[in-house]
């Protein structure tokens, strides 16, 4: 009979070195679980925390939460002050706790609700919410600052990565004005689901590591007073610096704008380092197209660079909103993240059928600055608010400025026109194929997402006899008369054309187009179909769309129902549209 391998071996001596590994696998014990690749999942109380913008920035002496203009600082210390009845965890993202090296089982805590709440300290964090302004609707505002929203700090993982975690209604700060600081349940349902949906999208986001009830009412009064459920987010960048973070020192005469420059300073240090360390062979030279052909050099200012890089990023982030059928609803400069992300989703939309008008915020109504079809201007606009903040500042020349504004077009072209042309399968933009096409989808009211999912479905054959044109997009092309069909089969015909001229086969043409064109989005109504079910307590819904809404470019079979266009109660008050204070 074989002797089994630990009864032949002699006993291992304990060496120095392996007496040091011994020591270190029972300190990660104590972190936390290993996985398979030896990365240390962390226990809450083990998080690596930073805390540089706390530590670098100027800060406000006050400690109280009375409303009050805080001059002179970028940030108020404030404890979270939500008054918390049983509260309970009742959405989570296990892709945010992989970001922050987070073992999942945490999320199984009985004091987790209570600490991603504020209700309970969590070890190691340094609370403060942020002093900033905006122009809001075109206006400038003055003081706005973080209301509702209390930053905890900033964890650094096991790549070096810096994540800031934040609550959003976790009670009142200095810049809670005439608020509560407490959020709902329906705002914050909205919240979480469309942060990791925009993530699985594939367009830049802050994102939410979990969603809890508080088990206590606020009182919200949309038309009429009403008691709803309380809630809270617990929400994930890098930074939730935005435009405004700049603009209200520089609101405020001399004295404060040696703080633009440091903010400018900490956010290229820890954010954008890679400008930092730009030279003169980097050769960022531009032309400006002005009429002096005068030249742009990015490497001899790094404050240059650094616009540059944000209406780029900002360009980008609008083009990918666009292609995606999503409006933002409030794009105040206050809303405008430095990293390029999609940030606040307050009454934010997607598009059903195809208006480039609509806008999802009644308070937008009737100007509709913030529609659909304004967000690309309205992004422009406001990297040359910015643009300005730095001028005043003298960390940039109007030259410089001007530059960033052309950037952010030239940027934001190549992307849209990349994008569309993907979204249609062409090999090239074809600029009156797709402008043609918009024009015929917003006479005709036709669904932007279900259109393009099915576009995938028409083959290249110029052959095709008339009758049967338009058979793949029949689901959504409806009610249209002689002249509406006489007009689509004109584009169907134009649409066969351009990409018959391609090697690409029907098959590899339809995957590609898959890939992009998303079969499920976030629409209004799926949200509040999950909000309406929480309130009675089955968040049953919102698990499914949490579950869906991670391969929206999947067919997912079984879930068809949720590509359905929307029932004739979607379209009411409340569900197409909100107000800013949703």
Not at 376 to 396: E, R
Not at 520 to 528: D, K
Request: a negative charge.
């Amino acid at each position: 009979m074989e002797s089994s391998p630990a009864s032949s071996s002699s006993p291992t001596p304990v060496t120095d070195s392996s007496a040091d590994t011994l020591g270190k696998d029972l300190q990660n014990q104590s972190l936390g679980a290993v996985d398979e690749g030896c990365k240390i999942k962390k226990k809450l109380e083990d998080f690596n925390w930073d805390h540089s913008f706390v530590k670098e920035l100027p800060g406000d002496p006050r400690t109280d939460v009375i409303s009050r203009e805080v001059l002179h600082a970028c940030y108020s210390k404030v404890s979270p002050s939500v008054e918390v009845d049983d509260p309970q965890l009742v959405a989570w993202s296990e892709s945010v706790a992989e970001l922050l090296d987070l073992d999942p089982k945490e999320f199984e805590r009985p004091d987790f609700p209570l600490m991603l709440s504020g209700a309970k300290p969590l070890p190691g964090a340094m609370p403060y919410a942020q002093c900033y302004g905006g122009h809001q609707f075109g206006m400038w505002a003055g003081q706005l600052g973080d209301g509702r929203a209390i930053t905890l700090g900033e964890v650094l993982n096991s790549k070096g990565e810096r994540w800031e975690l934040q609550l959003k209604g976790a009670g009142r700060t200095p810049y809670s004005r005439f608020a509560d600081g407490l959020a709902v349940l329906r705002s914050s349902i909205r919240e979480f689901l469309c942060s990791e949906t925009m993530h699985c999208l594939g367009i830049p986001t802050t994102r939410a590591l979990c969603l809890l009830t508080t088990g206590q009412d606020v009182t919200r009064d949309i038309g009429n007073p009403k008691e709803e459920p309380g809630a809270i987010v617990c929400r994930v960048s890098q930074s939730f610096i935005r435009f405004g973070s700049y603009q209200i020192h520089a609101s405020r005469g001399k004295e404060d704008l040696d703080i633009v420059r440091k903010l400018a300073d900490y956010a290229i240090r820890h954010h954008f380092p890679h400008i930092e360390s730009m030279d003169q062979s980097d050769s960022l030279s531009f032309k400006t197209g002005d009429e002096d052909d005068s030249v742009v050099d990015l490497t001899s200012n790094k404050y240059a660079a650094w616009i540059v890089e944000i209406a780029e990023r900002t360009a980008t982030l609008v083009a990918r909103w666009q292609g995606v059928g999503f409006t933002h609803g409030v794009l105040n400069t206050d809303n405008m993240s430095i990293l390029g992300q999609t940030i606040d989703y307050g009454p934010f939309g997607f598009l059903d059928a195809f208006d480039p008008s609509y806008t999802p915020n009644t308070t937008d109504l009737p100007g509709r600055r913030y529609c659909f079809a304004n967000q690309p201007d309205i992004g422009l606009w406001n990297i040359a608010q910015f643009s300005k903040t730095l001028a005043v500042a003298q960390l940039i020349n109007q030259k410089e400025a001007n530059y960033a504004m052309e950037r952010y077009g030239d940027k934001f072209m190549d992307e849209y026109q990349a994008i569309m042309s993907k979204k249609l399968g062409l090999s090239k933009y074809n600029k009156e194929v797709i402008s043609k096409l918009l024009n015929n989808m917003s006479v005709d009211k036709v669904d932007y997402t279900n259109f393009f999912r099915l576009l995938a479905n028409v083959k290249a054959n110029p052959n095709t006899p008339e009758n049967e044109l338009l058979k793949p997009l029949k689901a959504v092309l409806l009610d249209i008369g002689k002249e509406r069909k006489e007009a689509w089969i004109k584009w169907m015909r134009s649409y066969i054309q351009e990409v018959g001229g391609s090697e690409v086969s029907d098959e590899e043409r339809k995957a590609r187009m898959d890939s992009v064109n998303p079969k499920y989005i976030l629409r209004n109504y799926l949200c509040q179909s999950a909000i309406d079910a929480a309130e009675q307590g089955d968040f049953s819904e919102v698990n499914n769309l949490i579950r869906l809404m991670k391969r929206p470019y999947e067919e997912q079979p079984g879930m068809e129902k949720y590509a359905r266009l929307p029932p004739a109660w979607a379209y009411r008050p409340g569900v197409c549209m909100l107000s800013c204070s949703s």
